[in-house]
């Protein structure tokens, strides 16, 4: 149980967002959970998920940069992409 326990903290810890990442969800540093929210709160606010499959990302210049120069990404690659650009 510990375990479980000390795996959510680590889930829960303020990370730094790159320059990048910080133009879409400011540049405090948050937990990953309040950096998915505030990206899928961009997502909707800006109409960028796919239309014919809601589960993809339709990248505009801001979040193509943060997901490696691709147009369209899935949910769940979104959430390694976002990853890399926290410290």
């Not at 910080?22 to 796919?50: D, F, M």
């Not at 120069?69 to 959430?79: A, C, I, L, P, Q």
């Amino acid at each position: 149980m510990a375990a479980a326990k000390k795996a959510n903290s680590a889930f829960m810890k303020p990370l730094q967002p790159s320059e990048a990442l910080a133009e879409v969800v400011g540049s405090k540093a948050l937990p990953r959970t309040e950096v998915t929210k505030k990206l899928w709160a961009y997502i909707k606010k800006n109409k960028l998920q796919n239309p014919k499959n809601k589960r993809n990302i339709l990248a505009d210049d801001t979040l193509k940069v943060i997901f490696g120069g691709k147009k369209e990404v899935s949910m769940f690659d979104m959430t390694k992409l976002v990853g890399k650009h926290l410290k």
